[in-house]
Nanobody, 122 residues
Framework: QEQIVESGGGLVQPGGSLDLSCTASGFSLDYYSIGWFRQAPGKEREEVSCINSSDRSTYYADSVKGRFTIARDKAKNMVYLQMYTLKPEDTAVYYC???????????????RGQGTQVTVSS
């Protein structure tokens, strides 16, 4: 059974950092584009970042550009989202997702985990 698990969320003060991790069981993340999405209460889901299967292309939403970095470790079957200079508006549940078909560009929000809560507050 294919499963995605996100981890690494938590409470952090404004200006702080967090590293989110995404791992999968039942399939390899290597073959597909992987995206990080977030959803805050009362707001629409936002695609934050994605990385294509060859790792040659990444995307960042304007709201996180220059502060977040997406990376993949194929040996560990993991994708990371390193978040720096966090702001209160980054508070959301963060999801890692793929769609089992996109290899270039960003995936659809088809297969994802339960999410990990990120709260930025003083």
């Amino acid at each position: 059974q294919e499963q995605i698990v996100e981890s690494g969320g938590g409470l952090v003060q404004p200006g702080g950092s967090l590293d989110l991790s995404c791992t999968a069981s039942g399939f390899s993340l290597d073959y597909y584009s992987i995206g990080w999405f977030r959803q805050a209460p009362g707001k629409e889901r936002e695609e934050v970042s994605c990385i294509n299967s060859s790792d040659r292309s990444t995307y960042y939403a304007d709201s996180v550009k220059g502060r977040f970095t997406i990376a993949r470790d194929k040996a560990k079957n993991m994708v990371y989202l390193q978040m720096y200079t966090l702001k209160p508006e980054d508070t959301a549940v963060y999801y890692c997702a793929t769609d089992f078909r996109t290899t270039t560009g960003c995936p659809r929000f088809d297969v994802r985990g339960q999410g990990t809560q990120v709260t930025v507050s003083s």
